[in-house]
T-cell receptor
């Protein structure tokens, strides 16, 4: 079975400060990990993914995520937050032993204040 | 590419009526997914297809829900009869599934704008 947990319902950060949105996962095989962002009244947009290779993955809009196998985590980070980053962020996992589907977390709402 | 296209964007219907949601995936993608999003339950996978064949429909809530993919460029999600608890935003997503690690964008799902369904 595969699952993903986002322990925070909401993260608040001031503009210009670094941000972190947390994600932990559980899989039986090798994890394929993804981050998506959802703006109001829009579909989810792909940000970045980790399948293999470097543990630090860089994605769209200046976001990056670090894969930590020992802690089974894949936290999303950005060095300097923008007000326009305010949105709902989803972590997702696919187990290499399973089918095609991704298992999404419940989402974390990010609020960046001016 | 226009991305994943869904129609209608909004649907308001009365309880008991049939509702059909439509999706056109990105050209060249061979996997298609239907999701439902609500405040209470978050994002739920309903069903997904690979090469037009349903692979897993375990997320379909009841027999009132059915989905088809008659060809690579079109899919429908039908609810008959509809109930107020079906009110949600329904998303369609598509991706490419090939030989693992060969294609850079493999497994990335691209979502449509969603259909907001309200059943009164």
């Amino acid at each position: 079975a595969q699952s993903v947990a986002q322990p925070e319902d909401q993260v608040n950060v001031a503009e210009g400060n670094p941000l972190t949105v947390k994600c932990t996962y559980s899989v039986s095989g090798n994890p394929y990990l993804f981050w998506y962002v959802q703006y109001p009244n829009r579909g989810l947009q792909f940000l970045l993914k980790y399948i293999t290779g470097d543990n630090l993955v860089k994605g769209s809009y200046g976001f990056e995520a670090e894969f930590n196998k020992s802690q089974t985590s894949f936290h999303l980070k950005k060095p300097s937050a923008l007000v326009s980053d305010s949105a709902l962020y989803f972590c997702a996992v696919r187990d290499s032993n399973s089918g095609y589907a991704l298992n999404f977390g419940k989402g974390t709402s990010l609020l960046v204040t001016p | 590419d226009a991305g994943v296209i869904q129609s209608p964007r909004h649907e308001v219907t009365e309880m008991g009526q049939e509702v059909t949601l439509r999706c056109k995936p990105i050209s060249g993608h061979n996997s298609l997914f239907w999701y439902r999003q609500t405040m209470m339950r978050g994002l739920e996978l309903l069903i997904y297809f690979n090469n037009n064949v349903p692979i897993d429909d375990s997320g379909m809530p009841e027999d009132r829900f059915s989905a088809k993919m008659p060809n690579a460029s079109f899919s429908t999600l039908k609810i008959q009869p509809s109930e107020p608890r079906d009110s949600a935003v329904y998303f369609c997503a598509s991706s490419f599934r090939g030989l693992a690690g060969v294609f850079k964008s493999e497994y990335e799902q691209y979502f449509g704008p969603g259909t907001r369904l309200t059943v009164t």
